[in-house]
């Protein structure tokens, strides 16, 4: 079974200040992790994604994440927030096997401030 | 490329009626759809995996009877919600992953969501 622990529910930061959201993941398989964000009302969308090789994985909109497996962790990092980065932010894991599904963690809603 | 849309964006239901969603996939051919449902404020719950041209597979405590999902076409997936009750009113997203999407492997592609309010 895999599960994912997103350890914070809220991060509240000012706007241009790094931030760093929290992701820690179990399995007892090769594991491939994944970032999605989720504006109001709206579907999911790719941050990033990590399959193998690098452990650091650069995605869209400046954000970055390290797989870390002795940690079993996928932290999502960004050095400077927008007001615009304001979003509901998804940590997920998917082990594999025929069928692809994803386990998705409780979510962060990031709050930017002016 | 690798677009994936739902129709309607929400609807407004009376008790006891049926509500049919569509997830259509643009632009690739969606071998895998999934369901989810999403409670305000909470994450994404799987409800159901369906291949197409195949049954679909349900998480455990999804009624199979009360949600029922078709996947006849490799750009079409239904979930259609029976008697809907206001216990039924949530945020339904789809998604897909299937052939033809350059470097997206094992990657799924989200549709926008559907808003269900049962009166």
């Known amino acids: 079974a895999q599960s994912v622990t997103q350890l914070d529910s809220q991060v509240p930061v000012f706007e241009e200040a790094p931030v760093e959201l929290r992701c820690n993941y179990s399995?007892?398989?090769?594991?491939?992790l994944f970032w999605y964000v989720q504006y109001p009302n709206q579907g999911l969308q790719l941050l990033l994604k990590?399959?193998?090789?690098?452990?650091l994985v650069k995605g869209i909109n400046g954000f970055e994440a390290e797989f870390n497996k002795s940690q079993t962790s996928f932290h999502l990092r960004k050095p400077s927030v927008h007001i615009s980065d304001t979003a509901e932010y998804f940590c997920?894991?998917?082990?594999?096997?025929?069928?692809?599904?994803?386990?998705f963690g409780k979510g962060t809603l990031l709050t930017v401030n002016p | 490329g690798a677009v994936v849309s739902q129709h309607p964006s929400r609807v407004i239901c009376k008790s006891g009626t049926s509500v049919k969603i569509e997830c259509r996939s643009l632009?690739?051919?969606?071998?895998?759809m999934f369901w989810y449902r999403q409670f305000p404020k909470q994450s994404l719950m799987l409800m159901a995996t369906?291949?197409?041209?195949?049954?679909?597979?349900?998480e455990q405590g999804v009624e199979k009877d009360k949600f029922l999902i078709n996947h006849a076409s490799l750009t079409l997936s239904t979930l259609t919600v029976t008697s809907a009750h206001p216990e039924d009113s949530s945020f339904y997203i789809c998604?897909?992953?299937?052939?033809?999407?350059?470097?997206?492997?094992?990657?799924?592609?989200f549709g926008p969501g559907t808003r269900l309010t049962v009166l």
């Open positions: 998604s897909a992953r299937g052939t033809g999407v350059r470097g997206s492997y094992n990657e799924q592609f």
């Open positions: 399995s007892s398989v090769s594991v491939y």
């Open positions: 990590y399959l193998s090789g690098s452990t």
């Open positions: 997920a894991v998917n082990s594999g096997g025929s069928n692809y599904k994803l386990t």
């Open positions: 632009d690739f051919q969606a071998t895998t």
């Open positions: 369906s291949n197409e041209g195949s049954k679909a597979t349900y």
